[in-house]
């Protein structure tokens, strides 16, 4: 089997597995299991220091864990570096802006798609001249209803706008797994309520690991959720057993 296969259909796309990581005495994720499968729309939520973006960057291989294991598509890819899990199917966002402000909606794209394939970059020559990495651009362009804004600076796009952009360019890997940080930080409530649309009409193929802090996003997009506490898995279950729970509300949502 190739590393770029993705596994047999029964297989998760993440499985995480007593996966722990220590920074000297501070324990940021302690022995957590996951598991997050072929379009599968799964939230991760808890309080400031819960170990949430550490979490991220265990799996997408910024650090390496204490103990445990990270399988992508049923391989063991603990230890592998962050470019051999963008190859097997892995994609992720971060909150931080990415975008150049300057170029257009479409040669941001196609710059994104451009840089992952194996082709030479000339200068001079406009990115319009490479009909292949175009094509692919207009194609996510057009599925995200921003074709018809492909001439537009990055610059003049609302802050929401440029979020759904970056996960575009997320999404040139065409990757089989996407990890989102926090996409609807700092936008106002109609853009958030954009992003949820936005992030609703993806492929229902795609399997999709969210950090979220806006409840009414979070909640209305993913199936399932996760719930940190201290590094720890406090719950984990349908939005709806997660709403419900007591000890969410507690913990999580200061309801007592």
Known sequence: MSESSSGNAGTPCLELRGLTKQFGGLTAVHDL????????????LGPNGAGKTTLFNLITGVFPPSSGQVL?????????????????????????TTLFPKLTVLENVMLAVQGLRRMKFVMWRPLTGYGDVRASAQRLLEEAGFWERRGVEIRHLSHGEQRQIEI?????????????????AGLSSGESQEMATF???????????????????????????????YGELLEEGTTEQIRASERVQEIYLGVR
């Open 33 to 44: 299991n996951l598991t997050v499968r072929a379009g599968e729309r799964k939230g991760i």
């Open 72 to 96: 992508l598509f049923g391989r063991d890819a603990t230890h592998w570096p962050i470019h051999r899990r963008t190859h097997l199917g892995m994609a992720r966002t971060f909150q931080i």
């Open 168 to 184: 575009l360019l997320a999404l040139a890997s065409e990757p089989k797994l996407l990890l989102l940080d926090e996409p609807a």
């Open 199 to 229: 992030l609703r009409g993806l492929d229902p193929a795609l399997a999709i690991l969210i950090i979220e802090h806006d409840l009414d996003v979070a909640f209305s997009v993913v199936d399932s959720i996760a719930v940190l506490h």
